[in-house]
């Protein structure tokens, strides 16, 4: 979508955005993976009015630049929660959101603009939505083109949720990291997951151990080592909920 900026900064993988509306104003979605990016991304957004930021979850490398920023930020409770429980992402109570819902909460902004909760890929995941634009913001329900972060996966609620999302009259998707696109990413996510789950789980069931399945996917879906305990925590949560 051509009035959308969105930032990858220094890595080229996390993404923040900026969302002009109708009044004038904008819109902050997540500020960015490292205090850097957070600063320069911050830099950009302030040259315009900002209305508000909203962090779509809980996770380090989507709210970096939270404290350059002195409007409400909204996040999900669960998220907000989570972030509290964290000094070093609260860094006292400079950037913790100050606006948090329970399932749903709904803004006018010169349009319909709508966040729902909805866990999966953490706790405190949540998506927003513009109905007139058909545009939605995932978060990390979505890693378009790379691995996803798994390590506190809820599989069959990412699974439903991604299903549920594809319902949606949409035109433009945004992921948390990855390029924009449309319904498309939705769906490649949901059967990568889906297909993630099967495998561990037919490998369990026939005598594998979570070390062998572990060598199997990082053969299979390669990652960088920092992950390798993340996905040995994805390949356990799997077998414990399947």
């Known amino acids: 979508m051509k009035d959308l900026f969105v930032f990858t900064g220094a890595s080229g993988h996390v993404n923040a955005t900026i969302v002009p509306l109708k009044t004038g104003q904008v819109i902050v979605v997540d500020t960015s993976g490292t205090e850097a990016d957070g600063k320069a991304f911050a830099e950009k957004a302030k040259q315009n009015r900002i209305l508000f930021v909203f962090n779509t979850h809980e996770h380090s490398d989507h709210l970096a630049g939270n404290a350059c920023y002195d409007v409400p930020i909204i996040s999900s409770s669960a998220a907000r929660a989570a972030i509290l429980q964290d000094e070093q992402k609260a860094a006292g109570d400079r950037g913790v959101p100050n606006v948090h819902f329970g399932d749903k909460l709904g803004i006018y902004a010169g349009e319909e603009i709508l966040f729902q909760q909805m866990g999966g890929h953490c706790p405190g995941s949540a998506v927003l939505y513009f109905p007139e634009r058909r545009l939605l913001f995932t978060g990390d329900l979505i890693f378009n083109g790379r691995v996803p972060w798994m390590g506190q ?54 005598g594998k151990s979570q070390e062998e399945i572990f060598q199997a996917m ?9 992950w390798h305990g993340m996905l040995r925590t994805a390949i356990r949560r799997a077998i414990e909920q399947f």
Request: aromatic share 10%; net charge negative.
């Open 153 to 206: 996966a809820d599989f069959q609620r990412w699974i439903d949720n991604l299903a549920e999302l594809e319902s949606w009259d949409l035109e433009t998707v945004v992921p948390g990291h990855g390029p924009v696109g449309g319904k498309e990413i939705l769906r490649a996510q949901r059967e990568w997951l889906s297909t993630f789950v099967k495998e561990v789980v037919t490998w369990h069931k026939e």
């Open 218 to 226: 990082a053969e299979k879906h390669p990652v960088a080592p920092g």
